[in-house]
């Protein structure tokens, strides 16, 4: 059962093979039995799931069910869900019990989904290996003494581990693209402005994106049709036609351009994930794809405009953790500013503060210029680059990251080494594109390993397309960890 | 005719400053926070309601609830729009909301949501009527506005009834406001007062403010400096938060009262930011530029650039009432009226609607006369607005109909003026219940002169012989044989006729 498909499960709902309180009991079991050590949620909470699949093994009576009635979800504890506790990784909402619905839980709700519990995450969504979240470090199912990859590295790890069915994630920077790589699982960052932030905890606004994570490309397409969509409560959410993200999936890929950018190929680029794409690539050329080099020569500047734009964003967004209406406050102070410093000393960890702190000094008075506005010109740069490359292929192809997942605690202490390993995720971000990662095979120490594919605004539909026919003639994304 | 210098003449000048009038020039800015008239706040559906019990107009957006986002409201937009239209200004087809960052209990996200580089409105003018002050006559004024943009306001902090605890209330967190920045055009206090008077009448005027200053819909912070004629400007301090006119007088005469005196005894003036009590009549230094806020602008990335089509525009310059000063124009031009009248007969939309209604087929001067006048006076004695008049404008008309046409004096015109006021009525019943109406019966009133002349024999000799003021006597007497009924041109010539003969 665990091994199903979305869709395969949705059948055997509808077909009464087994009931979504079955299925979620299932599920919570298997959370009961692994959680402890792999870590992969923050909050459980049996009433809340419980009493969704009941109400969803109703709906499937009535014949009311829609593709995802019944079927068990996580949900990245960045999204605000009603009566749920919303950590954000961070021991400033350690108890805030959020009193309302983010868009994409009200959608999964509509859908009659289920959701089994909020899953860990870096603080705030900051970081690369899910070792900032206050709530203590995730295992990676495949090796439990590696990182998940972050942010959203409970949800590739449950994921991963068969701890769910599928999960949504969130990308500032690589946060779905990344675990995904690094837990051997797919993952959908849609175009910036397709799935709505409301309810979703800012990070980096101009940057959040939030997304589905799975087993499979058809899994993304099924949740993508549930969670993108215009929302009047996100002013920067696109109005556009709903579509089918299903529609494309069995069109064959001949004549499919594919770009290769030659800087994601360089130095830094470890030699085992270099392997592994170039292997898929051949594999797109047997699917009749042709391949065409291209040059993305901004990007190496994706990094430091980065670390300018999401912290300075950031500093601002997580300026309402004060302690003055909810949340984490100190426990004793002496005065107003007091009251501030403490708590924001006590409820931030050490990766936040330092953000904060990038963030606060290249917005002050005097360095904004010389900060700021040049790294937005150098994301208006990066932009443009993919405007031309797109002009020579339909899609771009690379590692999702230079390396598989690292030892967990390896790169703590250097905040640059662990930037780095977005190197390849972070333009896409900048420039507001869709972008995946699907898995690709194995590489050192048997992890896995990541294919990024990066579409052209609103081409969801043909990337999911692409990582579909790729994995209907591959099976690496049907492999499990041993031990789950 | 408008002055671009006018010196401050305090009252009660302090012998130690005699003569300073003339080395002293005051330069005066405004920024006004007006309150715009929408039922939702400016990001959310919170209602904008005054008065409300604490913290029930605040809603997840109010509260800055985690993962919460903007959305901006078009009645703000639309009502900067009408600003802009108003004041010719530069309306922006583009304009950026930008994030003004600093913590305080009352501003929930930790930044205020404003604008900065890109205001919605870009420069404008306002053109202010300036009533005359001693012997200096009233003068017409164009004051250059810099700017106005719009922006949230942020709550309150209840520092009463707390046990030393601060409680913060959030009902007005996200309240839109359009803050108004002028040039520092204004050379005294009198024309800093007619520049916020005016604009407190245009906001309300074009329907975007209610302009109630004690409930803080109109606040003004006073920018002050002084300086020699013609030298650079001076180091400002503004005055924050003004509430009434009143103040606004007070704390602009004390505040450069203090700056000449510190300069005068050798002081420098530090940028500050200061703050009237109203108890003392003195400002108070809150803040200097020293412990300023870095307050860390950046475009607010939750908003898009809010782009402001031709089309828009025209929809609202479509629905905008004739403005006041177009007003003003047409009462010179067409009616004949005094530039300051004009500009006190059109001090709100109520009393240039009264004063068209009531001047319609009547003589608009007199009519303007009346209304500036006994009108107004009752209106202040009885302390009312012009809207709660007893009086109507069409009860006001038939009055004036019937002065022009001779049927009452101007003595009959007051009695039939606080009769109205008092019962109400209709001018002909009053005239009629009274018996107001003048004798012009010139069968009548030469009766009367004739019985005059016959028994003045000896005044009747005197004046004949040359003493020309007994006139004023015989008019006296003719008035009162006729009761006070006759109309006086027509007794004049019957008078001077027949005295002649």
Redesign the interface.
Known sequence: MIELSLKQLSSQLAGRKISSVELTQLYLDRIQQLNPEINAYITLNHALALAQAKAADQRIANNEASPLTGIPFAQKDI??AKGWR?T?GSKM?EN?I???D?HVIGKFNQAGAINLGKTNMDEFAMGSSNETSYFGKVQNPWDRTRVPGGSSGGTAAAVAARLCAAATGTDTGGSIRQPAALCGISGLKPTYGVVS??????F???LDQAGPMGRSAEDLALMMNVMAGFD?????SLQREAEDYTRSLAQPLQGLRIGLPKEFFGEGLGADVGKAVEEAINQYKKLGATVVEISLPNSKLSVPAYYVLAP??A??N?????G???GYRAAEYSD?ADM?EKTRAQGFGAEVKRRIMIG?YV???GY?DAY?LKAQKIRRLIAQDFVEAYKHCDVIMGPTSPSTAFKLGEKGDDPVQMYLSDIYTIAVNLAGLPGMSIPCGFGANNMPVGLQIIGNYFDEARMLNVAHQYQLATDWHQRAPQGI | MWRTSISWRPTGINARHRGFEMTWEIVIGLEVHAQLSTNSKIFCGASTAFGAEPNTQADAVSLALPGVLPVLNKGAVERAIKFGLATGAHIAPKSVFARKNYFYPDLPKGYQISQMDLPVVGKGTLTIQVPAVGKLPAYEKVVGLTRAHLEEDAGKSLHEDFHGMTGIDLNRAGTPLLEIVSEPDMRSAAEAIAYAKTLHTLVQWIGICDGNMQEGSFRCDVNVSVRKPGAPFGTRREIKNLNSFKFMQQAIDYEVQWQIDTLENGGKIQQATVLFNPDTGETRTMRTKEDAHDYRYFPDPDLLPLEISEAWKNEIRATMPELPQTKQQRYVAEMGLSAYDASLLTSSKAMADFFEAAATGADAKQCANWIIGEVSAQLNRDSLDIDKCPISPQQLNGMLKRIADGTISNSGAKEVFRTMWAEGGEADAIIEAKGLKQVSDTGALEKIVDEIIAANADKVAEYRSGKDKLFGFFVGLAMKASKGKANPAQMNDILKKKLLE
């Not at chain 1, 009047?232 to 920067?236: G, W």
């Open positions: 999204f605000c919303t954000c909402l805030f959020a009193p309302y983010a932030r409301y309810g979703m905890i800012a980096a606004s101009s009047e409560r996100d002013s920067t300075a964003e500093s601002s997580l300026s309402r953790f004060d003055v209406r909810y107003l501030y606060t917005l002050s008075h904004y700021y």
